[in-house]
């Protein structure tokens, strides 16, 4: 008989997804599921906590039953001896930090009830540190060390990657996160939510160069990001410097906003692309992750193609498939295995972080 495979369990409640996934051995997706919370937040620009907070009340325990029907798993152990893997849970991964404590803290008690109700160990995961595991859920043997970009909503970061366990922040976002840059500023062009997908599909008729905003850098060898500026920027350029001026964007023509549009996406990867670099550099890395909501910009992903690209030998770019960038539970369960074998355990006292 063939090896048992270790079937993690992964739940994901850190914003505004209800998510849950089997993953078999950290690599092979029995099932994942989604419950988006896009259309409730739409009409207001933005994720609001309590609405996100009670979608995922009235979510969790259809998303959990429906990704444990899918991968044809249960809590105990029911094999027939023909199958590859015991059709089994063995333990429980869950994000309990960072992102909404009224949103995680769902997740949270979900999983610890379940804990206790299957006797099966209970896993605690950092949401950024399992959008590094979803670069690499592919990758048998990625070839280290490695920079890992994670550029999301509420985070902008770059990390020291070494192995699953032990990713090492180099630098972080010291105000808005690229993703919430794009949300921004799609609400001052008045394109619809969410941000990203807006910008960039606008961008596509636009000119880059039409518009030179503002990069910032924070000094030659500074790691952090900051976004706030750019963002101002914008909303200047549409309402004047004083802000008591006409509203532009009214007034503008489709192919002026698509302008501002790819040149605000212009500015924004060129910093994420310089700032990797920087952190190439700095330890030498041979692999370049980039995972996260924005990792899906086609714009993003081609600029960082180019730069792994222009190393002699080039560098090895290892891109989160889009289905896995925004926020999802396979890349929870997948970290949740190597924890699992590490035999990092969490006791029934974790409580929900909203920083981490």
């Not at 409640?13 to 989604?34: H, L, M, P, Y």
């Not at 192919?255 to 330890?283: G, P, W, Y």
Request: overall charge neutral; proline content about 5%; glycine content about 6%.
């Amino acid at each position: 008989m063939q090896k048992k495979c270790v079937n993690i369990l992964g739940i994901e409640t850190s914003c505004d997804e209800t998510a849950a996934a089997v993953v078999a051995d950290g690599r092979i997706v029995k099932s994942s599921v989604i419950a988006s919370q896009t259309k409730l937040h739409e009409k207001y620009g933005g994720v609001v906590p309590e609405i996100a907070s009670r979608a995922h009340i009235e979510n969790i325990y259809q998303v959990i039953a429906e990704s444990m029907e899918q991968a044809g798993v249960s809590p105990s152990a029911v094999s027939s001896g023909q199958s590859n893997c015991k059709d089994d849970i063995d333990a429980i991964a869950v994000v309990n930090q960072p992102g909404l404590t009224i949103a995680l803290v769902v997740g949270v008690t979900a999983a610890k009830t379940l804990s206790f109700a299957w006797d099966k160990p209970l896993i605690a995961i950092n949401h950024l540190h399992a959008h590094l595991q979803s670069a690499i859920l592919n990758e048998e043997n990625p070839v280290l060390p490695a920079i890992a970009l994670i550029v999301s909503g509420g985070h902008t970061c770059l990390y020291d990657y070494h192995s699953p366990l032990e990713p090492r922040i180099l630098g972080s976002t010291i105000d808005d996160a690229a993703g919430e840059a794009f949300d921004k500023v799609a609400a001052i062009l008045k394109l619809p939510y969410p941000g990203g997908p807006s910008i960039e599909k606008t961008a596509e008729k636009g000119n880059p160069d039409a518009i030179k905003f503002p990069r910032s850098m924070l000094g030659p060898e500074s790691l952090d990001f900051s976004f706030s500026g750019i963002k101002t920027a914008v909303l200047y350029y549409c309402h004047g410097q004083d802000m008591k001026g006409e509203n532009k964007v009214d007034s503008m023509s489709q192919q002026e906003i698509a302008d501002i549009a790819a040149s605000f996406q212009a500015a924004m990867v060129d910093v994420l692309v310089k700032k990797t670099k920087r952190a190439i550099k700095k330890i030498d890395a041979k692999t370049v992750l980039l995972g996260g909501g924005v990792a899906a910009n086609n714009q993003l992903r081609t600029a960082l193609q180019k730069l792994c690209e222009s190393y002699k030998p080039a560098k090895k770019l290892l891109i989160a498939p889009k289905q896995y960038c925004t926020d999802n539970a396979v890349m929870v369960a997948s970290l949740g295995y190597y924890k699992f074998e590490a035999k990092l355990f969490a006791d029934l006292t974790i409580e929900p972080k909203a920083t981490g």
